[in-house]
């Protein structure tokens, strides 16, 4: 693998991160709908309306939660990408999550095809497929038998 690939993989990796960031910040705008949920629970007991206003404030904060689970879910998708890139291991995973990250338009678009075209790289390929098998890129079976004695 060229000086160049290593570059490339690395300010994807960078990107991903960032784009991991980004996600964990927006994982935290359902926030407002968890409190609002709270609050109309708070409300409804406070006007002594029990149960009833209950109902609409607990699937508030359910639909608020699993918005934030959702999300917080891309952060984490994006965070392995980066780590991965830099480790240069599961290089079926990070072409579907770039082919994934593609269908984000127009800045996942970029950071998407740019991946993808980067992990087309033959040399790309022997790399990630060499720290796959643990640096033998001809694994001969007889090389990690374990001993049957």
């Known amino acids: 693998m060229t000086q160049q690939d290593q570059e490339h993989l690395r300010i994807l990796a960078i990107f991903y991160y960032i784009a991991a960031g980004f996600h964990a910040l927006l994982a935290l705008l359902p926030l407002v709908f968890i409190v609002m949920g709270v609050t109309t629970i708070g409300f409804g007991f406070s006007q002594n309306h029990g149960a009833e206003a209950s ?7 359910l639909i608020g939660t699993l918005f934030m689970i959702f999300i917080a879910g891309f952060a984490y998708i994006y965070y392995l990408t980066g780590k991965f890139l830099n480790q240069q291991k599961h290089w079926i995973y990070c072409i579907i999550i770039a082919a994934l990250t593609a269908t984000s338009f ?33 694994a001969n079976p007889s090389q990690h038998a374990v001993l049957e004695r």
């Open 106 to 138: 127009p800045i996942g678009t970029i950071l998407g095809v740019f991946t993808i075209v980067v992990l087309c790289r033959d040399s790309v390929k022997a790399v990630f497929e060499a720290n796959r098998t643990g640096g033998y890129t001809n």
């Open 55 to 61: 109902l609409p404030g607990g699937l508030i904060i």
